[in-house]
């Protein structure tokens, strides 16, 4: 199974971690976090339009629309920064793709079973997915926030406004009880760089959280349509 670069923890594999490596091959160490300041997510339309005398309108459109998604954070721990800034480092910034959760269109999940590596996920509205290559929520992940636990694949098969079922080819999602949340998943390239980024207030404890607490945006771009 290829190696999935997951925004921001890193390389996923096969099913047999949640975390995110550094190098192919390597230990599991980065566990996803959300935006603790929201995610959002819009279309940009690329249709042009010529109105005449009469008001006829002409309408052309130049590509396929896209989104463009953005992540806000404010004072979050120096190690979930450098967390961020070591994944734009590993795909050398905004010249390689790479796979974004988009949060700000979550469904809960009700039902969740695996068959033949097959996900299984009961939700009650299903338009955010596809079983097209390249669009939008044509990959898809399951959350379960209070384990960090997931796990993303390909769509298989969507059922209107009941269910989708998409391969479990990365992460080690199990435990299908509790609240579970079902997300798509988007390829994108970096839409900027992480200069907006502002120091805050110094934490001087003494362990993984110590350092300048963090502020910014990270924005995204779509690769395909949406």
Request: hydrophobic residues 30%; charged residues 20%; negative net charge.
């Amino acid at each position: 199974m290829s190696n999935l670069y997951l925004y921001p923890i890193g390389i996923l594999t096969a099913t047999d971690t949640s975390q995110g490596k550094w190098t192919s091959g390597g230990t599991g160490v980065n566990d996803l976090f959300e935006p603790n300041m929201g995610c959002t997510s819009q279309i940009s339309d690329n249709v042009l339009v010529s109105q005449f005398e009469n008001h006829a309108i002409q309408t052309r459109k130049r590509i396929p629309n896209f989104r463009n998604l953005k992540y806000s954070y404010e004072d979050i721990w120096s190690r979930e920064y450098e967390q961020i800034e070591r994944f734009f480092e590993l795909r050398d910034g905004r010249a390689e793709r790479f796979h974004v959760i988009d949060f700000s269109q979550n469904e809960k999940c009700t039902a969740m079973s695996i068959t033949n590596s097959n996900v299984s996920a009961s939700i009650s509205d299903t338009h955010r997915f596809s079983t097209t290559s390249g669009r939008t929520g044509y990959y898809a992940c399951a959350w379960k926030p209070t384990q960090a636990s997931l796990v993303v694949g390909k769509m298989v098969s969507i059922s209107a406004d009941k269910q989708i079922t998409f391969t479990a080819s990365w992460g080690d999602l199990s435990v299908y009880g509790g609240n579970i949340y079902v997300y798509p998943v988007i390829e994108c390239y970096f839409g900027g760089d992480l200069n907006n980024f502002k120091q805050g207030e110094f934490n001087p404890e003494d362990g993984d959280d110590r350092g300048y607490m963090y502020s910014g945006d990270v924005s995204f771009i779509q690769y395909g349509a949406d």
